[in-house]
């Protein structure tokens, strides 16, 4: 039965800090960092105004505010930290450590370009860099879907027994305001459950190691256990997004397909510039164009078969990378590759908060633009 | 037919221009729009020129791309009309039928004169009424009330609604009140 609901209109910071809120989690280590900021300047005011009862950690840098959620989730606390761009490149020793250690953390990303040249604005960089560290990633188109990701990210790295990092775009998302609706702190937290821990520090009757040092014989071992816990999150996703449609009466899948029926070219692209294409789309589809939109949602693990489900049958396919990798193919357009094994058209845009238009996006259907939206 | 009403706030850097927007944005949200604002994404420099964008619609907003056919533009600081950035904005669509609220104490006829078109030039002393009502000269919150007594698309009761409940915690009742009666004057305001 869908709950009752708060409409607002607020930024995608404010709605993560929110949905932070209202999962109450009980510890949160906090470092600032445009454009993350806003979500932890919302939520210490709630924490202070006495609306969460959360142990918030200030600690002086994203390497120890990683560190801290490593050692606070080993002990059977539900931990959660926010970051972006620079502030993931310098955690980054402890990104895989966490995954390793099967720590269900969550930390909210407002995506940003990397430096150099130093730029605060908002591309996939930061999100791509952490890729291959174990970590499932989530995209949010808008305000809302950054809201709820982080509600569905909670309970998917408890059940996972994997770290969750939902992403929202920087800026675009994290300083607009949008529409959002709320749903009631009784029904986020009846969703989200109280945490039970399943391994930690403290049980006293069966004392365990956390993060000992692996030689050959098991090391490997170890990292196949990451593999499959990957492999087997997607299930595990689709079951909580279902129950989650229950209370919210919002639909999500793995990817979101727009006008794909009969589609002849189709783009696939991640995060709030999936919004400027559905309305490129709509224009073109009133001029009788066959062209469509695949929305990626949950990016790691890569739902490999949803993809090719989706895309099996499109003529062109043009994939949307908002970062750029050097000396090799790009990464979401390899992945969409992976899937169907056949080429695509990749473009790079966006980098370092480079606004894509409307008009732009219509020049890639029509192939004007040809690898760089520069 | 466009589907989104769409506005451009003018201001400069720490004039609060983004604040302009986020007030009408919610402003209209209270009456079940569907709504959107965002800052440009430039550089956060104290007095320089930046932009804020606003939708409005009846139907879910979907496109992210910064407002390229404003139906309103609003303009906090007046030496803007002159900057170049401004003066790209001004579409054949805007000069046909838009409208552009400007805090000046110049009259409408000045202003007007330095555009061609049948664009609505809309003239409050935002700044003046700031100065002498609440003692500051911030004209971003003092501007919305002639913008929603001369546009309405959204209501000047509604964005006193939505000030006082932003700005009560942060501000005081003092200060609130004066800031309402601001925006009360500004809508009742007459244009030379």
């Given at each position: ?52 009862y ?9 390497h ?24 993931i ?34 591309d996939?960089?930061?999100a ?11 995209f949010a ?8 990701n ?29 529409n959002?609706?709320i ?10 459950g ?45 079951e ?41 789309v ?8 066959k ?52 080429p695509i ?30 | ?8 706030v ?60 404003a ?42 004169s ?11 002393d935002?700044t ?5 009502i ?22 000047a ?36």
């Amino acid at each position: 039965m869908k709950n009752k609901q708060i409409k607002k209109a607020i930024t995608g910071g404010f709605a993560v800090g929110e949905a932070i809120r209202q999962i109450n989690p009980d510890v949160m280590a906090v470092y600032p960092i445009t454009p993350q900021t806003p979500i932890v300047e919302y939520f210490a005011q709630e924490v202070a105004d006495g609306n969460a009862y959360t142990e918030i950690i200030p600690v002086e840098s994203e390497h120890s505010a990683m560190s801290a959620c490593i050692g606070s989730a080993a002990a059977g606390a539900r931990s959660m930290t926010a970051s972006s761009s620079q502030g993931i490149m310098y955690m980054m020793e402890m990104l895989p450590i966490a995954s390793a250690m099967r720590l269900p953390i969550v930390m909210a990303v407002s995506t940003r370009a990397i430096s150099g040249p130093l730029n605060i604005h908002g591309d996939h960089s930061d999100a791509m860099a952490m890729r291959d560290f174990g970590w499932i990633q989530l995209f949010a188109e808008s305000v809302q879907e950054a809201y709820d990701n982080l509600i569905i990210g909670t309970k998917l790295a408890e059940k996972a027994l994997l770290p969750v990092a939902p992403n929202m775009d920087g800026f675009i998302t994290s300083h607009s305001v949008e529409n959002v609706e709320i749903m009631t702190d009784q029904a986020v937290k009846e969703f989200v459950g109280e945490y039970q821990p399943t391994q930690t520090l403290f049980d006293f009757n069966e004392p365990k190691t956390f993060g000992a040092i692996a030689l050959p014989e098991s090391y490997f071992n170890f990292r196949k256990q990451v593999y499959d816990a990957m492999q087997e999150a997607e299930s595990k996703f689709l079951e909580i997004v279902s129950d989650f449609e229950k209370i919210s009466g919002r639909k999500y899948d793995l990817v979101e397909s727009y006008q794909l029926d009969d589609a002849e070219k189709v783009i696939v692209a991640m995060g709030s510039t999936c919004g400027t294409i559905k309305a490129t789309v709509d224009k073109l589809r009133g001029r009788g164009q066959k062209v469509g939109l695949l929305k990626i949602r949950l990016f790691r693990p890569w739902p490999v078969e949803a993809v090719y489900q989706a895309l099996k049958d499109v003529e062109q396919v043009f994939v949307l990378d908002k970062n750029l990798s050097f000396g090799t193919s790009q990464v979401l357009a390899g992945n969409v590759e992976i899937a169907l094994k056949r080429p695509i058209n990749s473009v790079v845009y966006g980098l370092g908060g480079r606004e894509i238009s409307e008009e732009e996006v219509e020049k890639i259907f029509t192939g004007e633009v040809r690898s760089f939206l520069i | 037919m466009k589907k989104n009403y769409e506005i451009i706030v003018y201001g400069r850097g720490g004039q609060g221009g983004k604040t302009t927007a986020e007030l009408i944005t919610q402003a209209a949200a209270l009456k079940e729009k569907y709504v959107q604002s965002f800052p440009e994404f430039g550089p956060e420099r104290s007095g320089a020129p930046v932009r804020a964008f606003v939708r409005i619609a009846e139907e879910p907003i979907k496109t992210h791309q910064s407002v390229q056919e404003a139906d309103c533009i609003l303009v906090l600081d007046e030496t803007l009309l002159e900057t170049d950035k401004l003066k790209s904005d001004l579409s054949d669509y805007f000069l046909e039928r838009g409208v552009m609220v400007v805090n000046s104490k110049k009259t409408k006829q000045e202003i007007k004169s330095k555009f061609s078109g049948k664009l609505e030039v809309i003239v409050v002393d935002a700044t003046g009424l700031a100065e002498k009502i609440v003692g500051e000269s911030r004209p971003n919150v003092v501007i919305l009330g002639k913008f929603a007594q001369t546009t309405k698309i959204v209501d000047a009761e509604d964005i006193m609604t939505v000030f006082r409940s932003k700005y009560l915690p942060k501000i005081g009742e003092d200060k609130t009140e004066k800031n309402i009666e601001a925006i009360r004057q500004s809508a009742l305001s007459e244009e030379v």
